[in-house]
T-cell receptor, first 110, second 116 residues
Framework: QKEVEQDPGPLSVPEGAIVSLNCTYSNSAFQYFMWYRQYSRKGPELLMYTYSSGNKEDGRFTAQVDKSSKYISLFIRDSQPSDSATYLCAMIRGAQKLVFGQGTRLTINP | ETGVTQTPRHLVMGMTNKKSLKCEQHLGHNAMYWYKQSAKKPLELMFVYNFKEQTENNSVPSRFSPECPNSSHLFLHLHTLQPEDSALYLC???????????????FGPGTRLTVL
């Protein structure tokens, strides 16, 4: 079983829709939970990170963590074509070990 | 230059060639990382360096040889690679040990490697 499971998609939605991206994990030792965005031909860039269970909001983005269910989500409101990218969930085990999900390829259609 | 830079951006090599990937960070960080990103697979951590010392080798084959001459530069020396080593190789850096809170990693754009 993979430590982090993420549906690779692809996911295609119309502009303005609410997007929900999800990951599940199996290791209770994970402490920090992150979402990275990766545009084509670029490296991943950090979007948001959370530590505890609950919600964290940043503009149109909301990250949600449910440690009891080992489930994390990223919601994008009022999605824009510029949000089209691959979204990677990642979790930290120990000091520096980032464990990534496979990434979900998202396309926002104008 | 800002952030994390990587050269070359694209590399095609034969199985008998020797080549090197270069990474440079301009963020004043103390930790640097190599990752491998293959199609349909998650990013895989390969090596971690803290203050120029290797602290993690994630069971990487010896045909990949990292070098970290100082905290700003990281190399990945490649020799006798296999076609299955074709992937995007990403470098990242972070503040390193002792950072309060999360030690955020910043990624470079990657080197797209094709092994023929």
């Amino acid at each position: 079983q993979k430590e982090v499971e993420q549906d690779p998609g692809p996911l295609s939605v119309p502009e303005g829709a609410i997007v929900s991206l999800n990951c599940t994990y199996s290791n209770s030792a994970f402490q920090y939970f992150m979402w990275y965005r990766q545009y084509s031909r670029k490296g991943p860039e950090l979007l948001m990170y959370t530590y505890s269970s609950g919600n964290k909001e940043d503009g149109r983005f909301t990250a949600q963590v449910d440690k009891s269910s080992k489930y994390i989500s990223l919601f994008i409101r009022d999605s824009q074509p510029s949000d089209s990218a691959t979204y990677l969930c990642a979790m930290i085990r120990g000091a520096q070990k980032l464990v990534f999900g496979q990434g979900t390829r998202l396309t926002i259609n104008p | 230059e800002t952030g994390v830079t990587q050269t070359p951006r694209h590399l095609v090599m034969g199985m008998t060639n020797k080549k090197s990937l270069k990474c440079e960070q301009h963020l004043g960080h103390n930790a640097m990382y190599w990752y491998k990103q293959s199609a349909k697979k998650p990013l895989e951590l390969m090596f971690v360096y803290n203050f120029k010392e290797q602290t993690e080798n994630n069971s990487v084959p010896s045909r990949f040889s990292p070098e970290c001459p100082n905290s700003s530069h990281l190399f990945l020396h490649l020799h006798t690679l296999q076609p299955e080593d074709s992937a995007l190789y990403l470098c990242a850096s972070s503040q390193g040990p002792g950072t309060s809170g999360t030690d955020t990693q910043y990624f470079g754009p990657g080197t797209r490697l094709t092994v023929l």
